[in-house]
C-alpha cells in the first residue's frame, strides 16, 4: 500500500479501531503505573509506611499491579485486535519483521504516542496534589545516580532481551499462548531491578508521555535510541537466524480472524525451527 497522504487517510479509516486500541492502552499503562507510583511511593500513603524505606521492596510492589495490568490489557478484546504492542519500539521491530505495512506501523505509533501524551497530562492534573514529590518526580524516567551512560546501556540491555523473550514466545505455538502473560512478568522484574538504573522505561512513548507533561526532558534521548535500537537490532538477527521467516502473526495477543480484516487478518504463517523444537 501507497505511503501517500490518501494511502494513510485510507489506511486510518479501515483500521481505526486497531489504533484507538493502541492509544487508550498506552494511556492506560501511564495512569495504571502513576496511580501505583503514588499510592507506593508517597510518604502519606499507607501501603508506603507499610512497606518502609526498603527502595527495593518499594519497587518490586510497585512492578505487580503495572505487569499485571499489561497482562490484561493484552489478553483483552481489544488488545487482542491490535495486538498489544503500546510501544513504538514494539511496532517498528514488528515492521522490520514484516508484520505490519508502513502505513499501520505509521498509525500505530502515532496514536501510541498520543496516547502515552493523553494519559501524562491527564495524571499531570488528577495526581498534582502528590506528584511533584521527590520520590515520585512526576513517574518521569530520567537516569539514575550513575549517569546516562549507564542509563544507555541499561535501556538498550533490558530492551533487547525483552524482544528476544517476546520473539521466542512467539515462534513457538505452546509459548504463543503465554506470551502475555511471560513479558508481564518480566516487565515486572525489571521495575523492581533496573528502575534504580534508568528508571525503566524500554517505551518511548512512555517517556515522552511523563516528561512533556511535566517538562522535565533530562535524559529523554536515552528511552528512544536504546528501546528502538536494541529491539530492531534483535528483530533483524532473529529474523535471520530462522531463516528470513516474516512474522506475520508477531503479536502479543495472537493473530486477528481473517473476518476482522484488520492489520493482522492474514493467514498465520509456520516459522521453520532449525532445532526441530516446536
Known amino acids: 500500500m501507497s505511503t501517500s497522504t490518501s494511502g494513510l487517510l485510507a489506511t486510518l479509516r479501515r483500521h481505526w479501531t486497531y489504533y484507538v486500541a493502541e492509544a487508550a492502552g498506552a494511556a492506560t499503562f501511564i495512569i495504571v503505573a502513576s496511580c501505583a507510583a503514588v499510592v507506593v511511593q508517597h510518604p502519606t500513603s ?42 513504538p519500539a514494539v511496532t517498528l521491530a514488528f515492521w522490520q519483521l514484516g508484520s505490519l505495512s508502513a502505513t499501520d506501523t505509521f498509525w500505530y505509533v502515532v496514536f501510541q504516542f498520543g496516547g502515552a501524551l493523553t494519559g501524562g497530562f491527564l495524571m499531570e492534573q488528577v495526581l498534582a496534589p502528590w506528584y511533584t514529590h ?24 533490558i530492551s533487547a532481551f525483552f524482544m528476544f523473550v517476546l520473539l521466542w514466545a512467539l ?3 505452546q509459548r504463543r499462548k503465554y506470551a502475555g502473560w511471560l513479558l508481564a512478568g518480566l516487565l515486572a522484574l525489571y521495575i523492581g531491578f533496573e528502575t534504580p538504573l534508568s528508571g525503566m522505561s524500554l517505551n518511548p512513548a512512555r517517556s515522552l508521555g511523563t516528561a512533556v ?20 537490532l534483535v528483530a533483524v538477527l532473529f529474523q535471520r537466524y530462522y531463516h528470513g521467516a516474516t512474522f506475520e502473526c508477531a503479536v502479543l495477543a495472537g493473530c486477528a480472524t481473517p473476518a ?5 487478518a492474514r493467514q498465520q504463517p509456520q516459522f521453520p525451527d532449525p532445532q526441530g523444537d516446536e
Open 213 to 232: 507533561a511535566a517538562g522535565n526532558f533530562t535524559g529523554l534521548w536515552v528511552y528512544f535510541v536504546a528501546p528502538i535500537a536494541s529491539m530492531w
Open 171 to 173: 515462534h513457538s505455538e
Open 134 to 157: 521527590p520520590d515520585i518526580k512526576q513517574n518521569v524516567t530520567v537516569p539514575g545516580d550513575w549517569g546516562v551512560g549507564v542509563a544507555l546501556l541499561a535501556e538498550a540491555a
Open 260 to 264: 476482522e480484516a484488520g492489520p493482522y
Open 46 to 87: 499507607p501501603v508506603r509506611q507499610w512497606l518502609g524505606d526498603n527502595d527495593l521492596l518499594r519497587h518490586v510492589v510497585l512492578g505487580l499491579p503495572i505487569g499485571l495490568a499489561v497482562a490484561l490489557m493484552t489478553y483483552s478484546a481489544w488488545g487482542q485486535r491490535s495486538g498489544a504492542h503500546l510501544n
